[in-house]
């Protein structure tokens, strides 16, 4: 099978200005992310920006490309999956053909590389047809609640709460960010990277599974990049 690494990388952010762009321990947030895909054999990257700066930043790390998202495609709430179709078509016309796409968020950039390749070759070899990276949820559902205008309500119905969290079954997970793998024909057929009768779940570490939207997270993954 021939993949293609779709690293999105607009030059927009709302929670931190300029994040792709952001030094994460003397380098930029995506470059993580593009040197840890080039250890991957036979992964074809390529970086989905609407910003020239970001895409010469990439050039000193071999990512030799001309495409520029469109802008209609880069505001901030642009559906990622429109731009995963458009650099498909834009592929196809280069003549460059792929059989699978790899999202990769450069928000996650303690993502493990044995575990990015365990996550590749298993789509591989038991012929999935769409992958997501998952993670232990550490806020139990059962303690989890919605407010309203006149109160509040347990988010799982029927339940009855209990301070011994020991109790719990603990088989819940949500969904991490960290990666991302769907054929091309699933894609443009249900323009969806999230299916549920073909989504299939691989389970990674909690630092794997770490995404940065916010200040506070750049401080925490930075602590744990450190140890």
């Not at 999105?8 to 930029?28: C, D, E, T, V, Y």
């Not at 901030?76 to 796409?101: L, P, R, T, V």
Request: aromatic residues 10%; proline residues 3%; charged residues 25%.
């Amino acid at each position: 099978m021939k993949f293609l690494a779709f690293i999105p990388a607009r030059s927009g952010s709302q929670s931190i200005k300029n994040k792709n762009m952001r030094l994460f321990h003397g380098k930029p947030l995506l470059h993580h992310t593009i040197i840890q895909a080039k250890k991957i054999r036979d992964l074809k990257i390529f970086i989905s920006t609407d910003s020239l700066k970001i895409l010469k930043s990439t050039k000193k790390l071999g990512c030799d490309q001309t495409y520029l998202r469109p802008k209609h495609l880069s505001k901030n709430n642009s559906n990622i999956i429109s731009s995963i179709i458009h650099c498909i078509k834009w592929q196809k016309k280069k003549g460059n053909k792929f059989d699978a796409i790899v999202v990769l968020q450069p928000t996650s950039p303690l993502r493990s590389t044995s575990e990015l390749k365990k996550a590749i070759k298993t789509f591989k070899e038991k012929n999935f047809k769409s992958l997501i990276g998952v993670s232990k949820m550490r806020e139990h559902p059962y303690d989890c609640i919605e407010t309203k205008k006149n109160g509040w309500n347990f988010l799982r119905k029927n339940l009855k709460f209990s301070t011994n969290r020991q109790s719990y079954k603990n088989n819940f997970y949500y969904i991490n960010g960290s990666l991302y793998i769907s054929t091309v024909d699933i894609i443009l057929k249900k323009k969806k990277l999230v299916l549920k009768n073909f989504t299939k779940l691989f389970v990674t570490s909690y630092q794997s599974g770490f995404e940065i939207d916010y200040m506070q997270d750049l401080k925490i993954a930075e602590s744990l990049f450190k140890n």
